[in-house]
Structures are given as structure tokens and as C-alpha cells.
């Protein structure tokens, strides 16, 4: 068993791709902890399917390696803003950050949030300058802009004086030096940093068991593991535990199988002391944010408060026409069970019962957050239709209040007029406007959640797919008041039936079309983009009559514009408050809530008159 000044607890944090994962890569290939003749994929924490085809992190993961008998407990967390709660409770269990900053685009919207949650845990912060090596680096300018936004989150003079080192995570090596015409080679300088500037963990090996639960892992033969940091004491396998739950009670339960992280994978163990990070099964009924105790001496643990939901949608069994045709699980009780158990590891989700049985209201950090559920449910079998994500309003002070997102948009310079007219017509202000290399302009916008809502697929289709955005939840300010959230309307189907090159010839006349021919089709289902601000209905399973007579030209085959793919995000950002997305194993819908369009247009008079 270790003592814990020969444990080093460190969370790695940054915006999204300022390259955590490829870092941690390097780290773990030259401390030893793989094979000679290992085979290891690139960035190899993100073993989710959804991780390595996105290219980002979701879940925060654990991991250890050793350098000169000094264990180092690495905790790689996620860099969008959306899955901040992995970050929250990633950072529970560390005595030091790991701050990373890319050399060119420096601070954004996410190192802001990273760091005032580091610096309010008190942890020591070491900055790390990533990507020097990348063309039109600014590592100093970097250093700079880092020591700013510390200041600006009121650090203390102690986390002012922050250690700094370069790096190149990608090629391996980091140094405190840089010298461009003469890079290290090697991380050995980053490793001693750590173990120098990272605090052992401060916690009492003497008394009884005291750890807080950080994380849930999941064994289909063992079941449910807690993760988490052991503030003090030692945990023995086939010990007795006292769990005390979030709402008072106490539980019992055993130690049935102790794991330490090793690589890339946990270590089975028979002990483990006060400091080091453990994963413990045996206990059935335990939670993130609960503490495991000795029996003896039940003493919880505080949770870090996770941020609130900003986004919700409304969950519901699928009863369009096509309904049951792909899915496994369809029914409400198969949709309700899969979201609460969601619940027991998604710590910033919220799922609530409506006041029907058939739908339940989901909420989320944002429109990334959940539509990765809503994608991990469909690759699991799941069948369902949700809403439009909508903004959750908050009454403050008797005032009703929407929140409000610090927007980042580095775009080149020809495209800064149309970024901004984008952003005054969703209620938004300019915060910030300066350059940055290769004839670019940062510029930063304070707008409100809601107006993000289909706002980067708008800004890339301006921008001609080169702008960078991103933004994160500031604060909470009165209602802005009413805009136009979508300027064009949808292509709607007429009847039931199969898409026909002809019926499509004529419908891509009005707009934009979703399907290409041969696609089943059903009365309601949105075809496409209508072209003005309108919804019109197309027939797009409409044949060409036969004639006797054939004019010259008639046979020449009708050419179709490809149809324009919608991935799921976008799906979401499209859909009104009269639509919904139906979600299949196999297919994404979007629909009008009312299918039939006889009954479409009363309900539409019937608004019309009522306002």
C-alpha cells in the first residue's frame, strides 16, 4: 500500500481540443506503461465509439502511470462546456490541474470555466502551452493572456505564481525553455514539475474510512463500481462499509473487489490507502456525490454543486406511422427506465415525469449534452420522438430571467459583418473585437441561450464552413424579449407512400430537400427547407402521367439536387415547436407534431385567431 506523499492526484483541463487526451497519450507511453510491443490507437482514453468519432472527450476517465516510485493519478476530463459536470467531479478527486492552452488560439470560453473551478477548489494550477510547435504559435503572447484571466478570477498570490512549461503533446516532449530551432525530447521535465509542484494528497491515514463517490463505473458481471478518492483511512477487500446517502439514510454493504487505474484499464488490489483513487464493487445502491464510511464513524462528505440545466426537451414514445418498425425498446416504461438510469452516472442531467405517462421532460447543459444521449440510446435499441430543446427560465428577485452565453467566434476578417448581423438578430452584443494571426478577427458576444439554438449551422453556411465557434453559460439576465428562431419553413409530405424522382423534381423547386427517391414517407413528415418563411406542402410520391404522345426531350431523365444529410444536431437546431424528431435505431424524421394537414391548418387558424 502507498503512503500518500508518493501520490500525486492530477486533473488535466482545457477548452475543447487543446489536446488533453493526445497529452496524457504521450505521458503514458513514457513512464512505461505500455508493452514495447503494445499496440496502443491514438488518444486511447477515449474509448467511447462516440468519443473517437466526434473526436472529443464525454466522460471523464482515470488513469495512473509511475515516475521514479511517485504514483501519478491522472484524471482526463472533457473539454466542451456541456459536459462540465465530468469536469465538476473529476476535479473532486484531484490536489493539482494541469492547465492546458493552445499556443495559437490561447484562452477560451472553457479554460475560463476549467480554471474559476480549480481555482475555487484551491488546487495548485501548472500551465502548460500546448501545441507550440503548431504554424503561427504565440506561446508568450499565451502566457500572457493565461496570467490575465487568472488575475480576472481573483486567484491568490499563490496560484499567481504558477509554474509554466511548453509542450507538444502530439510529438512528446515539454520543456520549460522553449527553444523553437531546439525542442526537447522528451516529457521528463513536465514529470519532474508535477511531482515537485503538485501537493501530496492532505488527508489522515489513521482514521477510519472516509471517501466521497466521484464516479460510477459498470461491470456486467460485478455491477455497479464507485470511484473516488479515499480522504482517509485504508479499505480492505471483504470489509464491511457504511454508505451515507444523499438523503440521510444510511446504508450497509461489503467491499467485495477492490481496483486501482493502471494504464489504461484497473488493477485488482487487496488494500488501498488515504490519498490514492480506488474503484470499489460490492455496493448496489450507491450514488455519485454519496460517502463511503467505516461503520464505525459516519462522517458524509460535502458534493461539489454541479451547475444547473440551461436546455430541456420532452422524451416520448414514437407514434408516428412508421412506429416499431426499427426499435427494440419502444414502449414509455423501456424509454422511462433507460432515462433515470442515465441518471446514476450523468450527474448534470435532470429527468422528470410529466402529466402523462407516455413523455418525460429531460434536462441538460446544452444541445451537445443531449444529444449524446439521445444517440447512445438510439445505438442501443431505443425507439422514441423528441421536442425542440427550449430554454429553462429562471424567476429571480420576482423578474423572469433566461441565460446568458459568453459567445466566441474566430472567423477571417471578410466574414466578421455577417457573424455580427447573425448575432444582433438573436439579441446579442458585442463584448470584444480583436485580431489574431492568418488575417482573423476574435469576436465575443454576450447572447442569450436561445439564440444558439441553430446558430452554428447558420454561421458556418455564411461563413462558408470557417468559422470557430464556441460559448458557455455567464449568467442569468431579464428576458431579451422575443426573434425569429428560424427564417425559413419546411417541406412538408402530402400523403403516405415512396419518394419518386419526379415528385422530388418538382418539390426541390421550393426549397431544399432532406430525402433523395426510393424513401418511404408518411402525411406530416418534413421533406426539406422551404426556401421562404412559410410551411408548404409537397407531394414528393407524385408520378408522371402517361401520355400517347411523346414530345421531343420528354424521356431525358430528370436530374435531382443530392439532397442535403441532416445529422442529428442539426435535426435538433431545425425543428419548431410544432415539430419533432422521430429517433430510430436506424433513422432520423423530423415531423409535425400534428401529422394531418386538414387538421394542421385548423390548429394553425385556431392561433391565428386566439392572438
Given at each position: 500500500?502507498?503512503?500518500?506523499?508518493d501520490i500525486r492526484n492530477i486533473a488535466i483541463i482545457a477548452h475543447v481540443d487543446h489536446g488533453k487526451t493526445t497529452l496524457v497519450d504521450a505521458m503514458l507511453a513514457q513512464s512505461g506503461t505500455f508493452r514495447e510491443n503494445e499496440v496502443v490507437a491514438e488518444r486511447a482514453m477515449d474509448s467511447n465509439d462516440l468519443e473517437r468519432e466526434r473526436g472529443i472527450t464525454i466522460l471523464a476517465k482515470n488513469t495512473s502511470l509511475y515516475y521514479k516510485g511517485t504514483k501519478i493519478n491522472i484524471i482526463d476530463t472533457p473539454g466542451h462546456a456541456d459536459f462540465g459536470g465530468e469536469v465538476e467531479r473529476g476535479l473532486e478527486m484531484a490536489d493539482g490541474v494541469l492547465l492546458l492552452v493552445d499556443a495559437f488560439e490561447g484562452c477560451m470560453p472553457q479554460t475560463r470555466f476549467v480554471l474559476t473551478k480549480a481555482l475555487a477548489l484551491n488546487l495548485r494550477p501548472i500551465i502548460v502551452v500546448n501545441k507550440v510547435d503548431r504554424p503561427n504559435a504565440r506561446p508568450y503572447e499565451v502566457v500572457d493572456e493565461v496570467l490575465e484571466l487568472f488575475i480576472d478570477l481573483g486567484a491568490s498570490e499563490e496560484?499567481?505564481?504558477?509554474?509554466?512549461?511548453?509542450?507538444?503533446?502530439?510529438?512528446?516532449?515539454?520543456?520549460?525553455?522553449?527553444?523553437?530551432?531546439?525542442?526537447?525530447?522528451?516529457?521528463?521535465?513536465?514529470?519532474?514539475?508535477?511531482?515537485?509542484?503538485?501537493?501530496?494528497?492532505?488527508?489522515?491515514?489513521?482514521?477510519?474510512?472516509?471517501?466521497?463517490?466521484?464516479?460510477?463505473?459498470?461491470?456486467?458481471?460485478?455491477?455497479?463500481?464507485?470511484?473516488?478518492?479515499?480522504?482517509?483511512?485504508?479499505?480492505?477487500?471483504?470489509?464491511?462499509?457504511?454508505?451515507?446517502?444523499?438523503?440521510?439514510?444510511?446504508?450497509?454493504?461489503?467491499?467485495?473487489?477492490?481496483?486501482?487505474?493502471?494504464?489504461?484499464?484497473?488493477?485488482?488490489?487487496?488494500?488501498?490507502?488515504?490519498?490514492?483513487?480506488?474503484?470499489?464493487?460490492?455496493?448496489?445502491?450507491?450514488?455519485?456525490?454519496?460517502?463511503?464510511?467505516?461503520?464505525?464513524?459516519?462522517?458524509?462528505?460535502?458534493?461539489?454543486?454541479?451547475?444547473?440545466?440551461?436546455?430541456?426537451?420532452?422524451?416520448?414514445?414514437?407514434?408516428?406511422?412508421?412506429?416499431?418498425?426499427?426499435?427494440?425498446?419502444?414502449?414509455?416504461?423501456?424509454?422511462?427506465?433507460?432515462?433515470?438510469?442515465?441518471?446514476?452516472?450523468?450527474?448534470?442531467?435532470?429527468?422528470?415525469?410529466?402529466?402523462?405517462?407516455?413523455?418525460?421532460?429531460?434536462?441538460?447543459?446544452?444541445?451537445?449534452?443531449?444529444?449524446?444521449?439521445?444517440?447512445?440510446?438510439?445505438?442501443?435499441?431505443?425507439?422514441?420522438?423528441?421536442?425542440?430543446?427550449?430554454?429553462?427560465?429562471?424567476?429571480?428577485?420576482?423578474?423572469?430571467?433566461?441565460?446568458?452565453?459568453?459567445?466566441?467566434?474566430?472567423?477571417?476578417?471578410?466574414?466578421?459583418?455577417?457573424?455580427?448581423?447573425?448575432?444582433?438578430?438573436?439579441?446579442?452584443?458585442?463584448?470584444?473585437?480583436?485580431?489574431?494571426?492568418?488575417?482573423?478577427?476574435?469576436?465575443?458576444?454576450?447572447?442569450?441561450?436561445?439564440?444558439?439554438?441553430?446558430?452554428?449551422?447558420?454561421?458556418?453556411?455564411?461563413?462558408?464552413?470557417?468559422?470557430?465557434?464556441?460559448?458557455?453559460?455567464?449568467?442569468?439576465?431579464?428576458?431579451?424579449?422575443?426573434?425569429?428562431?428560424?427564417?425559413?419553413?419546411?417541406?412538408?409530405?402530402?400523403?403516405?407512400?415512396?419518394?419518386?424522382?419526379?415528385?422530388?423534381?418538382?418539390?426541390?423547386?421550393?426549397?431544399?430537400?432532406?430525402?433523395?427517391?426510393?424513401?418511404?414517407?408518411?402525411?406530416?413528415?418534413?421533406?426539406?427547407?422551404?426556401?421562404?418563411?412559410?410551411?408548404?406542402?409537397?407531394?414528393?410520391?407524385?408520378?408522371?402521367?402517361?401520355?400517347?404522345?411523346?414530345?421531343?426531350?420528354?424521356?431525358?431523365?430528370?436530374?435531382?439536387?443530392?439532397?442535403?444529410?441532416?445529422?442529428?444536431?442539426?435535426?435538433?437546431?431545425?425543428?419548431?415547436?410544432?415539430?419533432?424528431?422521430?429517433?430510430?435505431?436506424?433513422?432520423?424524421?423530423?415531423?409535425?407534431?400534428?401529422?394531418?394537414?386538414?387538421?394542421?391548418?385548423?390548429?394553425?387558424?385556431?392561433?391565428?385567431?386566439?392572438?
Amino acid at each position: 500500500m502507498l503512503k500518500s506523499e508518493d501520490i500525486r492526484n492530477i486533473a488535466i483541463i482545457a477548452h475543447v481540443d487543446h489536446g488533453k487526451t493526445t497529452l496524457v497519450d504521450a505521458m503514458l507511453a513514457q513512464s512505461g506503461t505500455f508493452r514495447e510491443n503494445e499496440v496502443v490507437a491514438e488518444r486511447a482514453m477515449d474509448s467511447n465509439d462516440l468519443e473517437r468519432e466526434r473526436g472529443i472527450t464525454i466522460l471523464a476517465k482515470n488513469t495512473s502511470l509511475y515516475y521514479k516510485g511517485t504514483k501519478i493519478n491522472i484524471i482526463d476530463t472533457p473539454g466542451h462546456a456541456d459536459f462540465g459536470g465530468e469536469v465538476e467531479r473529476g476535479l473532486e478527486m484531484a490536489d493539482g490541474v494541469l492547465l492546458l492552452v493552445d499556443a495559437f488560439e490561447g484562452c477560451m470560453p472553457q479554460t475560463r470555466f476549467v480554471l474559476t473551478k480549480a481555482l475555487a477548489l484551491n488546487l495548485r494550477p501548472i500551465i502548460v502551452v500546448n501545441k507550440v510547435d503548431r504554424p503561427n504559435a504565440r506561446p508568450y503572447e499565451v502566457v500572457d493572456e493565461v496570467l490575465e484571466l487568472f488575475i480576472d478570477l481573483g486567484a491568490s498570490e499563490e496560484q499567481l505564481d504558477t509554474p509554466v512549461i511548453y509542450a507538444s503533446g502530439r510529438d512528446g516532449w515539454a520543456t520549460a525553455e522553449y527553444d523553437p530551432e531546439h525542442p526537447s525530447r522528451d516529457l521528463k521535465e513536465l514529470f519532474e514539475l508535477i511531482v515537485r509542484e503538485i501537493p501530496s494528497p492532505d488527508c489522515e491515514p489513521d482514521k477510519p474510512l472516509q471517501m466521497l463517490v466521484s464516479n460510477i463505473d459498470y461491470d456486467e458481471y460485478t455491477g455497479r463500481i464507485a470511484v473516488g478518492k479515499i480522504q482517509r483511512g485504508s479499505v480492505k477487500t471483504g470489509m464491511p462499509l457504511a454508505i451515507c446517502h444523499a438523503d440521510g439514510k444510511t446504508g450497509h454493504a461489503k467491499a467485495t473487489k477492490l481496483y486501482t487505474f493502471e494504464g489504461l484499464g484497473k488493477k485488482p488490489v487487496d488494500e488501498v490507502g488515504a490519498g490514492d483513487v480506488v474503484a470499489i464493487s460490492g455496493i448496489t445502491d450507491i450514488n455519485i456525490g454519496e460517502t463511503i464510511c467505516h461503520p464505525d464513524a459516519l462522517d458524509p462528505l460535502p458534493f461539489v454543486k454541479i451547475d444547473d440545466p440551461v436546455l430541456s426537451m420532452t422524451f416520448s414514445v414514437n407514434d408516428s406511422p412508421f412506429a416499431g418498425k426499427d426499435g427494440k425498446y419502444v414502449t414509455s416504461r423501456h424509454i422511462r427506465d433507460r432515462l433515470y438510469r442515465e441518471l446514476d452516472s450523468n450527474v448534470s442531467l435532470r429527468v422528470e415525469d410529466t402529466d402523462t405517462t407516455e413523455a418525460f421532460t429531460v434536462s441538460g447543459r446544452g444541445e451537445l449534452h443531449l444529444s449524446v444521449l439521445i444517440e447512445n440510446m438510439r445505438r442501443e435499441g431505443y425507439e422514441f420522438q423528441v421536442s425542440n430543446p427550449v430554454v429553462i427560465f429562471k424567476e429571480i428577485n420576482g423578474v423572469k430571467c433566461e441565460p446568458i452565453e459568453r459567445l466566441t467566434v474566430d472567423v477571417p476578417n471578410e466574414y466578421t459583418g455577417a457573424v455580427m448581423d447573425q448575432v444582433v438578430n438573436r439579441m446579442g452584443n458585442m463584448t470584444d473585437m480583436s485580431p489574431t494571426a492568418q488575417s482573423y478577427t476574435r469576436l465575443e458576444f454576450l447572447i442569450p441561450s436561445r439564440g444558439l439554438i441553430g446558430f452554428r449551422s447558420e454561421i458556418l453556411t455564411a461563413t462558408k464552413g470557417t468559422a470557430i465557434v464556441n460559448s458557455i453559460l455567464e449568467c442569468y439576465e431579464p428576458y431579451k424579449g422575443d426573434f425569429e428562431a428560424r427564417g425559413r419553413g419546411a417541406l412538408i409530405a402530402w400523403e403516405n407512400g415512396e419518394s419518386i424522382t419526379y415528385g422530388l423534381f418538382n418539390a426541390q423547386e421550393r426549397g431544399t430537400l432532406f430525402i433523395g427517391p426510393n424513401v418511404e414517407v408518411y402525411e406530416g413528415m418534413i421533406v426539406g427547407e422551404c426556401s421562404r418563411n412559410e410551411d408548404i406542402t409537397v407531394n414528393v410520391c407524385k408520378k408522371k402521367h402517361a401520355t400517347n404522345t411523346r414530345a421531343s426531350g420528354s424521356d431525358e431523365a430528370l436530374k435531382l439536387t443530392p439532397p442535403k444529410e441532416m445529422s442529428l444536431e442539426q435535426c435538433l437546431d431545425f425543428i419548431a415547436d410544432d415539430e419533432l424528431l422521430e429517433v430510430t435505431p436506424n433513422h432520423l424524421r423530423m415531423r409535425k407534431k400534428i401529422l394531418q394537414t386538414d387538421l394542421r391548418g385548423k390548429a394553425a387558424s385556431r392561433r391565428k385567431n386566439s392572438q
